[in-house]
């Protein structure tokens, strides 16, 4: 169950960092955040009213909000990380971001067998080379590497957050609707900061017509990342937190395959290197 969870984890996130990469050709990332999330909370709002979720609010709701807060927060210093430094470096580093839930489960007690840790160890190594690092060329500004590390670091904790955010399937249903009430706060909060600075939301000329024609891939960038964040909560739970947080954590490798096969992007040497490094502790994991 948790291995199977936490693959689907990786597909749907690995497909919304596609989608998302390439609406950021079109338009803001931070409107591509703050729209696909809206989206999201408009779905999840209707998912709870249907279902009586909201009988589940409790404490535990506080880490979805702090995950709600933490997740536009990474996403903004990745994007800034990309446009900064080669993504050749940014990418592999933001991976790194697995530490965070695998290093709780430890701390929690959580004690993998030897197959397990050779897994581990295995299937990170191949997540950072999935991301093609450039190992040479020219320096890379210490601003992005710091705003790659917060990224990294922020991505890992909304992991650990998500996952103790709720223990049934309604109580899920509403954590990650909080999640993104406060995903949308934030994120609009800081659009809106953007827009007063004298930054456009959209294109000029036609962004909205743009917006709207865009709308079918916004909405499934923001409800793949839903998806992902629900399959993960359930990969956790349902096993260690250990095994979760590195198998969901593939994502980088299905991002890579889906340009090579929409894109024509060929994949480096070191990203296929990385890529059979991933599938070869995905192996060792499912079978500690």
């Known amino acids: 169950m948790t291995v199977l969870?936490?693959?689907?984890?990786?597909?749907?996130?690995?497909?919304?960092?596609?989608?998302?990469?390439?609406?950021?050709?079109?338009?803001?990332a931070l409107t591509v955040v703050v729209v696909s999330q809206v989206v999201a909370v408009v779905v999840l709002g209707s998912v709870v009213l249907a279902t009586g979720a909201w009988r589940e609010a409790g404490p535990q709701l506080w880490f979805a909000v702090a995950a709600g807060l933490v997740g536009p927060v990474a996403m903004l210093s990745f994007y800034k990380a990309l446009a900064l430094g080669p993504m050749g470096v940014v990418s592999p580093l933001g991976s790194l971001g697995v530490i965070v839930p695998v290093g709780a489960g430890l701390a929690l007690g959580e004690r993998p067998g030897p197959g397990q840790f050779a897994g581990i160890a295995v299937a990170v190594v191949g997540i950072v080379l999935a991301g093609g690092p450039e190992l040479r060329g020219a320096p890379v500004q210490r601003r992005a590497v710091l705003l790659t590390l917060v990224a990294a670091f922020g991505f890992g904790a909304v992991m650990a957050l998500i996952s103790q955010a709720s223990h049934t399937v309604a109580g899920l249903f509403l954590a990650l609707f909080v999640q993104r009430v406060t995903n949308v706060?934030?994120?609009?909060?800081?659009?809106?900061?953007?827009?007063?600075?004298?930054?456009p939301a959209l294109p000029e000329g036609g962004g909205a017509r743009l917006l709207w024609g865009l709308l079918p891939a916004l909405a499934f960038v923001g409800l793949a990342d839903v998806a992902a964040n629900g399959t993960y909560s359930v990969a956790a739970q349902s096993g260690p937190v250990t095994v979760a947080a590195v198998l969901s954590s593939l994502y980088p490798v299905i991002t890579a395959l889906a340009a090579f096969a929409v894109l024509k992007e060929r994949l480096r040497t070191v990203q296929a290197a990385g890529a059979g490094l991933a599938l070869a502790g995905t192996v060792l994991l499912a079978a500690g």
Not at 185 to 199: I, Y
């Open 5 to 28: 969870f936490a693959l689907a984890t990786a597909v749907l996130w690995g497909l919304a960092d596609f989608g998302g990469g390439l609406l950021t050709r079109r338009i803001p």
């Open 185 to 199: 706060a934030a994120g609009g909060a800081a659009l809106w900061v953007q827009v007063r600075r004298g930054t």
